[in-house]
T-cell receptor, first 114, second 111 residues
């Protein structure tokens, strides 16, 4: 089954404790992206990647890191999480730029930083 | 002007009615347009894609695109309470391929 898999689904952590949210897709997509969603603010892009070793900042990259060492994986790293990073996070992938293609979303990770 | 604009709603319609959701975009070079449905706390789910001017129908859903007016809409016929959700319009930027999302329209279908 074609899918984007994020882990974990729920995560509660404390300020300053490094964490990684994993994302993997099995559709051979070149484009991958991370979003956060907060009430009233909609989906905001954190980082995106057009291909292996190619990453770019989105609208809200501060406090986040990403890497794209393999085509299928695009982990999101919070080196020193803070309470303002409490949010619902989505990973997504797409076949763009090979042609018009929608984003396929993972199931989301709800992060709470205390 | 926001790059992709939607009325936040809520849009309330009675069961069985047609719900009409609208989206305007600013990038004249955009070539593809997507509608997603999102239930609270869940991930966005693709319901319609449209790439050329005119109408595209899929079951109870019709997407309408007018590139000259930079306008895309979603019609939901015979609305059901299960259609109650937030509907997101997404437009990939023509130069960067960055997907720009509207803030979504919350739809309430009243039984």
């Amino acid at each position: 089954e074609a899918q984007v898999t994020q882990n974990p689904r729920y995560l509660i952590t404390v300020t300053g404790k490094k964490l990684t949210v994993t994302c993997s897709q099995n559709m051979n997509h070149e484009y991958m992206s991370w979003y956060r969603q907060d009430p009233g603010l909609g989906l905001r892009q954190i980082y995106y990647s057009m291909n292996v070793e190619v990453t770019d900042k989105g609208d809200v990259p501060e406090g986040y890191k990403v890497s794209r060492k393999e085509k299928r994986n695009f982990p999101l790293i919070l080196e020193s999480p803070s309470p303002n990073q409490t949010s619902l996070y989505f990973c997504a992938s797409s076949n763009i730029p090979r042609g018009p293609s929608p984003l396929h979303f993972g199931n989301g990770t709800r992060l709470t930083v205390t | 002007q926001k790059e992709v604009e939607q009325n936040s709603g809520p849009l309330s319609v009675p069961e069985g009615a047609i719900a009409s959701l609208n989206c305007t975009y600013s990038d004249r070079g955009s070539q593809s347009f997507f509608w997603y449905r999102q239930y609270s706390g869940k991930s966005p789910e693709l319901i319609m894609s449209i790439y050329s001017n005119g109408d595209k129908e899929d079951g109870r859903f019709t997407a309408q695109l007018n590139k000259a007016s930079q306008y895309v809409s979603l019609l939901i016929r015979d609305s059901q309470p299960s259609d109650s959700a937030t509907y997101l319009c997404a437009v990939p930027h023509s130069g960067t391929y960055k997907y720009i999302f509207g803030t979504g329209t919350r739809l309430k279908v009243l039984a």
